[in-house]
């Protein structure tokens, strides 16, 4: 009896395999049924990786004081599968796929030559960058803690917890500005709550895509303002 169960659930769900084939969101190519939503190959090979910037191996590129290192997986593609995976993830509600990139972001991170130089670091803390709250309420997530919570997973990073840096303000749209216009905007909408759990941290600021680095920098200049001395930039996508 346990054996015709066996052959009818398996067959069940051959028949449904045949019917409903998980494929990948990216490619629409079947995946293995790993439990992961894009395939293997697309993981690997279907977007441009993007360049690591830091202060001390890219002279052209000047990080704001504090901020030791930018790192994105994957080149932004304006118009292309990434945007729309990553709009699928923010708006769509699609928390596996955030979690997904998260952790090849993370895994991607580990694998990079300079992280070696932190990895011994003590006290090191993943900050996704906070929504507000009535925010995260109507969206029912916040996108950046997706990520970071696959960052997390891989790396074994923790995130810091939730009520320690707070987006206090609403911010309104920010097209029409440039970056100095875009951070002031931004420089109140940020506010650390308890400066002793942030001060001998070092802070990795998790986010989906680092488009003008405003977002990214106005947070850490308010984290700099409350004794954090050393931070990193970490995103699925650089625009
Ligand atoms: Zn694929």
């Known amino acids: ?12 769900a051959g028949f449904k395999e045949m019917l409903f084939p998980e494929v990948c969101v990216c490619c629409g190519c079947p995946t293995p049924n790993d439990g992961n939503m ?3 190959f697309c993981q690997d090979s279907a977007f441009d990786p993007a360049n690591y910037y830091g202060n001390s ?3 052209g590129v000047v990080l704001p004081e504090g901020i030791l290192f930018q790192y994105a997986l994957w080149k932004y593609d304006k118009g292309g599968v990434l945007q729309r995976m990553l709009h699928l993830v923010k708006y769509g509600g699609i928390g596996r ?11 991607a991170l580990l694998s990079t030559k300079f992280w070696s130089g932190f990895s011994s670091y003590n006290s090191i803390v993943l900050l996704p960058v906070p929504l ?4 995260k309420r109507i969206r029912g997530y916040n996108q950046a803690e997706l990520v970071a919570t696959g960052v997390s997973e891989v ?3 923790p995130l810091i917890p939730e009520n320690i840096v707070i987006r206090q303000r609403y911010t309104t749209t920010q097209t029409g500005h440039d970056l100095q216009g875009r951070m002031k905007n931004l420089s109140e909408a940020f506010r650390v709550d308890q400066h002793e759990s942030v001060q001998d941290k070092f802070i990795i600021i998790v986010d989906d895509v680092f ?4 977002t990214s920098y106005a947070l850490a200049q ?5 004794g954090v001395k050393e931070m990193g930039i970490l995103t699925v996508a650089f625009a």
């Open 57 to 59: 191996s890219c002279p």
């Open 132 to 135: 507000h709250p009535k925010k």
């Open 1 to 12: 009896m346990k054996l015709i169960n066996t052959i009818v659930s398996e067959s069940i």
């Open 38 to 40: 894009l395939c293997p």
């Open 211 to 214: 488009t003008t680095g405003a």
């Open 222 to 226: 308010v984290l700099k303002q409350s």
């Open 155 to 157: 790396t074994g990073i």
């Open 97 to 107: 796929l955030g979690f997904e990139m998260g952790v090849l972001t993370g895994s």
